[in-house]
């Protein structure tokens, strides 16, 4: 028998009543209105919504870099104050450094972390390579397409081997295709790291394909409307969502939107 | 029907088709770099041209409009002149320019980086920039003499306000994106600025510095106009002064060369301290100058 019982021990990550209210010149704007969850390490969780949701506010309060309003972030039971330098973030758009090369870019988390030179360089080619950038090592973020430079920015996430990642609609400005790829190895990347993530998205069946766990939220302002638990085996291939499970847990999200008038069917 | 020859013979191997693409690209870009040299060229040839023969044919005095040929005497006639008094204009310009640095920079440092200071100085800053420099020459020769001293001051405060505004606006124009990205790496105030903020705001600062090269020079030359007794400001007054239009027209030319000259030295460090940045830049703005 272990001496901790899995009923007692603080999950990994643990959002706790959390609201956000932006002053602004025409009042108060509320963003976030007491959003709670909490996720296990290793746990996919995707949030989903309308735009203008707080979704994004909420990624930025969980790592750290934005402070609640009121409520609490806690990482293994401990309260969060500053940022948190431990995991690795993606953003929308790339952020990439336009004057270092992609290699560059990646070691820039390194270089951040202090870790071993050569050591971070070879993790850095290795990750490049795992997601088809081997021989791109040495282009600029000009010489890259998008999906390239999105590759880039989720390599510099992961060079540190970081617990979790945080990722606010990365690939919301690909095409489709760019798109699937990128969400197959990300699946892998993490299935194979064991690493938690909180993904952003505004795409139905890219939460449900990727997560164990979906938070839907109503419009501004941005509230947990329901958690569902996507029950499907893993590792997922492109061939699930064409299954009657898949669509079944789509059409549950969609039927939310449609309660909610984030979407109508006249 | 009769057998025949096919009428669209075996089309060419994509390797082929390859190379021949490469090979008109090629000389595309021949053309237009050749294009590039011989258009301003040939665009001043027959200026000059142009000048020479309406001067002669009119038979234009040479007080009012000296023909090129004789510009060009008059500068290999006074080329120890010209180029002793280039030496002291140059000097004046680069120690106004590099002033220009040296106080320029850190003053937007300390306007980017404190708010309050930003706040008291911006409003002084600008109205310094309405006041005509040229009003104020007479008090710096007052309380500088006639030396080297006034028209660096002069050649500074001209050229130093666009140093200090591209360098504040450029480091604060950087996406947030790359701050927030720099804190959740925890990556240290020096580093964010030295790695991620500096960089990313030097082809602002760069802007600034070509502004602030080409004013330098119309300082310096203010400068000389109102007190000078060497240089070529100095040189086209007493050129004027001894109607030797010849020799006004040789100073305009050594000054025109001088300010060029400058603007694509820095230029030049610009592509040594930022290439690829410019390379891209570039490719979106359809090239520099």
Known sequence: MTTTSPDTAPPYLDLRGLSKVYASRDGAVRALDHVSLSGGRGAFISIVGPSGCGKSTL??????????????????????????TDIGIVFQSPVLLEWRTALGNVMLQAEAKRLERAFAERRARDLLAAVGLAGFEDKYPHELSGGMRQRVSLCRALIHDPPQLLMDEPFGAL???????????????????????????????????????????????????????????????????????????????????????????? | MSESEPIIAAPPHLDEVEASVERRRAARATRAR?????????????????????TRAFGVPAFLLPPPSAIVAAMVKHAALLTVASGVTTLEIVLGFALSIAVGIPLALMIFLWPPFARAVLP???????????????????????????????????????????????LAAIEPEKIHLARSMGLGAWDTFFKIRLPDALP??????????????????????????????????????????????????????????????????????????????????????
């Open chain 1, 59 to 84: 990624m930025m309060i969980a790592a750290g870099l934005m402070p609640a309003s009121s409520g609490v972030v806690a990482i293994d039971g401990a309260p969060l104050d500053g940022p948190r």
């Open chain 2, 204 to 289: 602002a600062i760069f802007a600034g510095l070509k502004i602030s090269i080409t004013l330098a020079v119309v300082g310096a030359v203010v400068g000389e106009f109102v007190g000078g007794d060497a240089g070529l400001g100095y040189l086209l007054m007493v050129a004027n002064g001894g109607m030797d239009t010849q020799l006004l027209f040789a100073g305009i030319v050594c000054l025109t060369i001088l300010g060029v000259a400058l603007y694509l030295a820095v230029e030049l460090v610009e592509r040594l301290v930022i290439p690829r940045h410019i390379i891209a830049s570039e490719r979106a703005a359809g090239g520099t100058f």
């Open chain 2, 124 to 170: 002084l800053l600008i109205s310094s920039q309405a006041m005509p420099k040229v009003a104020v020459a007479p008090l710096l020769l007052v309380w500088f003499g006639f030396g080297l001293v006034p028209k660096v001051l002069i050649a500074f405060l001209i050229a130093f306000f666009p140093v200090v505004i591209n360098t504040a606006v450029g």
């Open chain 1, 175 to 266: 095409d489709a295709l760019t798109r699937d790829q990128l969400v197959l190895d990300l699946q892998r990347i993490c299935h194979e790291r064991r690493i938690s993530v909180l993904f952003i998205t505004h795409s139905v069946a890219e939460a449900v394909f990727l997560s164990d766990q979906v938070i839907v939220m109503t419009p501004r302002p941005g509230r947990i409307d329901r958690l569902i638990d996507i029950d499907l085996p893993r590792p997922r291939t492109l061939a699930l969502r064409d299954t009657p499970e898949f669509s079944h847990y789509c059409r549950e999200i969609l039927d939310l939107f449609l309660a909610r008038g984030v979407l109508r069917e006249h």
């Open chain 2, 34 to 54: 050749v294009a590039a040299v011989l258009a301003p060229t040939g665009l001043v040839i027959a200026v000059l041209v142009v000048w020479e023969a309406g």
